[in-house]
Nanobody
C-alpha cells in the first residue's frame, strides 16, 4: 500500500527552525516527485517545495532561501528543513507524490495526514 506519513511539526518561536519528515512506504520515492504543501486556516493549499527524481528542487518565493528540501534514499524519506520561521509559515504541512514536480497540484496523490506547524511567540 502506497503511503506517506508526515512528522516533525510543532510550536516554534519566530526565527526558529523545524525539520519535517515525509516517510514513504509501498513505493520508492526516488523515482517520483515529492512535494511539500501547506494550508493555513481560511486559505487554500499552496505548494511550498518539491524535489524531482533527478534531484532538482523548487521552492515558492516566500520560502526560498529559508527552506530546504532533501531526500534520504536509505530511509526512503524526504525532509523539509525550515529555518528563520515566520508567523505566516503557520499551517498544516502535507507531502504528496507526483510523476514530476511540474504536474498540477491536483495530479499529486498519496497525500499524508499532515503535520501542524505553528510559529508564535
Amino acid at each position: 500500500q502506497v503511503q506517506l506519513v508526515e512528522s516533525g511539526g510543532g510550536l516554534v518561536q519566530p526565527g526558529g527552525s523545524l525539520r519535517l519528515s515525509c516517510a514513504a512506504s509501498g513505493f520508492t520515492l526516488d523515482y517520483y516527485g515529492i512535494g511539500w504543501f501547506r494550508q493555513a486556516p481560511g486559505k487554500g493549499r499552496e505548494g511550498v517545495a518539491c524535489i524531482n527524481s533527478d534531484g532538482s528542487t523548487y521552492y515558492v518565493n516566500s520560502v526560498d532561501g529559508r527552506f530546504t528540501i532533501f531526500r534520504d534514499t536509505a530511509r526512503n524519506t524526504v525532509y523539509l528543513q525550515m529555518n528563520s520561521l515566520k508567523p505566516e509559515d503557520t499551517a498544516v504541512y502535507y507531502c504528496a507524490t507526483g510523476e514530476t514536480c511540474q504536474v498540477a497540484q491536483s495530479d499529486f496523490g498519496s497525500w499524508g495526514q499532515g503535520t501542524q506547524v505553528t510559529v508564535s511567540s
